[in-house]
């Protein structure tokens, strides 16, 4: 795609407006999750049913990421991450005008995850292609950040405009923010060919010195149960709040949808600082403490169900901070510790095994609320959120087993952008 191709611009204006059309182009990414309860209600969805159609956008996506990221080693990112972005449109558009129950709405989700593998990743490579010396890291760090941003906007903006307009809105308008999301990312990002000398099409798709990479792997496993968590926690967090609310003695002001858009702002933050915690005191330190007080969060978290609900925000929003505080430090971890020319190999093996995790994550989550109760208790709730706890705990014992034998990363001192 041509549009509006132009000189790259500065390194500041090239990071905001990046993350500006990650933003919104993401308003689709959690419109099914910020309207759940409302998709109980006309489609009559089981809490298996509706962790299907959670889990079927990353499943989509996972489908999707390796050919599609491993292909920015040979072709310009821009080019994919702007198909991509159309794509991302047309199926947000095909929701709001199509889907009319499970199985509808299970294939727009799956081509709305394929849309998508074609836009994070490939963003992100395409404004590191661009940015070179130390202050990639910090890039990293805001592109990553702003996926919180884009969360939070996503389920705020969803639950506004379906209490307005209705839920085919919502998902209209979303088909609107990639739109703007590819014109942005077209004005901002110049054609660029890779930088790296380009492997024959058969060496390209060979994954195996990825996995011979001790380093990359650590992060990339890392990753993997960071966007369990990360995902099943996005995936479930409005019917959880919506359930709590069934169980108060007042009525509460502060929508669920409300909630969560709070929530991801600060942990927007969170994944900011985390970053910054990691240059200064290491990345392995900073993420075991991270994972670790996730995972002990997120044991109690579900059984809180009957607790005060201004307090069960409180909770709501330090837990969100924990679960994404590691995101912009195991990415920059993949991209440090990737081989010279297999950037985008290795970042497909991390889309690919992280987003397998992101469809199984919310699946496994509604699969626990069945057995246990069907989400209607909170010692079923407490048990599904222990089950997500069990799997981000083994994150820092894959670290503390892989980067003993991993080479030194590349330099990580951040320079001001």
């Not at 299907?52 to 821009?78: E, H």
Request: charged letters at 10%.
């Amino acid at each position: 795609m041509r549009l509006m191709a132009g000189p790259n611009r500065s390194v500041p204006y090239l990071i905001a407006a990046m993350c500006l059309a990650e933003t919104l182009g993401m308003m689709g990414i959690f419109a099914f999750p910020a309207l759940l309860p409302r998709f109980f209600e006309i489609w009559h969805l089981t809490n298996t049913q509706a962790g299907w159609i959670n889990g079927i956008y990353f499943a989509g996506y996972t489908l999707g990421v390796p050919i599609l990221v491993t292909l920015t080693d040979r072709l310009d990112a821009r080019r994919i991450y702007l198909t991509s972005t159309a794509v991302g449109a047309l199926t947000a558009l095909g929701f709001a005008l199509f889907a009319q129950g499970f199985w509808t709405a299970l294939l727009f989700r799956a081509l709305a995850g394929l849309g998508l593998a074609g836009t994070y990743i490939p963003g992100l490579r395409a404004l590191v292609d661009r940015i070179e010396g130390p202050a990639q890291a910090r890039a990293i760090s805001f592109y990553t950040a702003a996926f919180g941003l884009g969360v939070g906007f996503s389920f705020f903006a969803n639950g506004q405009l379906e209490r307005w307009l209705g839920w085919q809105w919502a998902f209209g308008l979303a088909a609107m923010g990639s739109l703007i999301a590819l014109i942005l990312a077209a004005w901002a990002l110049a054609p660029q060919p890779p930088k790296t000398e380009t492997l024959p099409l058969a060496k390209l798709f060979d994954f195996r010195p990825v996995f011979r990479n001790p380093g990359a792997m650590a992060y990339i496993l890392a990753y993997a149960v960071h966007v369990w968590e990360i995902f099943t926690f996005r995936s479930w967090v409005v019917a959880f709040l919506a359930f709590s609310l069934t169980l108060q003695s007042r009525a509460s002001l502060i929508a669920p949808t409300s909630v969560a858009a709070v929530s991801s702002l600060a942990a927007m933050w969170a994944s900011i600082g985390g970053a910054e915690l990691a240059v200064r005191y290491g990345k392995q330190r900073v993420l075991t403490l991270i994972m670790g007080g996730s995972a002990l969060m997120a044991a109690g978290l579900g059984f809180t169900a009957t607790w005060p609900y201004p307090v069960l925000i409180g909770l709501i929003i330090i837990y969100a901070c924990f679960v994404q505080g590691d995101s912009a430090t195991v990415h920059a971890g993949v991209v440090q510790s990737a081989e010279a020319g297999r950037l985008g190999v290795t970042m497909a093996v991390q889309s690919f095994l992280g987003f397998t995790c992101a469809f199984l994550g919310p699946l496994v989550f509604g699969l626990v609320l069945d057995v246990s109760g069907f989400g209607e208790t909170p010692r079923s709730w407490g048990l599904a959120f222990m089950a997500t706890g069990a799997v981000i705990a083994t994150g820092p014992i894959i670290l503390a087993w892989l980067l003993p034998k991993a080479h030194p990363l590349r330099d990580e001192r951040v320079e001001p952008i």
